[in-house]
């Protein structure tokens, strides 16, 4: 087993290495250049099985595999998105931006594909980072003007209480990955969405998706993220 690991990362010890193992070698004057590369390369993996000898088999077990993504936790710089991935992540927890996120995540992209509820999480952060909007999750989310409101579910006459409990937990665990920084690659910056069967008036923007039943849009004048 060892031997088998030796092997699988002797190229990611070579990379490693090779700088130390060049930092002393001086330019030759020899007129047979192979000469000299050949004892460079013998000397560099020979040092090189003797780094991967030395490491403990728990070490050369985790470089040969590769990080999980349960490593990645709920920071994760990768999602996968798939219910089974969400599932893995501790059970959410949160403050009340975090309330906030994932309610407008349940209420306005429930029955989405996964993909359709992350990227209603992103407009709403987008929007956080937008100077055109307020500087909170819940002020985006709860924010009202010209006789209307941001998002259509805080100012309807139905109840606010989110009684889908898959639905819920899978808008609370979306809201704590987003929240907790993971990469917005989905909407391309976007701070507008819609559903496919009316067309607002938004003025100059630029559509960036279309994911299940939302179309998703930024101002033209916004640069890309």
């Known amino acids: 087993m060892r031997l088998h690991l030796c092997r699988t990362i002797a190229a990611a010890a070579f990379v490693v290495l090779s700088g130390a193992a060049f930092a002393d070698v001086t330019v030759s004057q020899s007129n047979d250049p192979s000469s000299l590369m050949g004892e460079q390369f013998t000397s560099l993996f020979g040092a090189e099985h003797d780094a991967v000898n030395a490491m403990p088999e728990a070490q050369l077990s985790a470089l040969a595999i590769g990080p999980s993504l349960e490593a990645h936790g709920a920071g994760a710089k990768v999602i996968d998105y798939s219910d089974d991935w969400l ?124 994911i299940g039943a939302h179309i998703f849009y930024r101002s033209q004048f916004a640069s890309l993220p």
């Open 87 to 210: 599932a893995r992540l501790p059970a959410p927890t949160g403050d009340q931006e975090w309330d906030c996120l994932r309610r407008a995540v349940y209420f306005e992209s429930r029955g989405e594909s996964i993909q359709g509820e992350f990227a209603v999480a992103e407009v709403v952060l987008n929007r956080v980072d937008s100077p055109d909007y307020p500087k909170s999750v819940c002020g985006v989310v709860e924010a009202r003007g010209h006789g209307a409101c941001a998002f259509s579910w805080v100012c309807d006459a139905f109840s606010d209480d989110m009684r889908d409990p898959v639905a819920r937990d899978r808008a609370g665990r979306i809201a704590r990955v987003m929240l907790d920084g993971a990469p917005r690659t989905l909407t391309l910056g976007a701070t507008y969405f819609h559903t496919r069967w009316v067309r607002p008036d938004w003025g100059p923007v630029v559509q960036t998706a279309a």
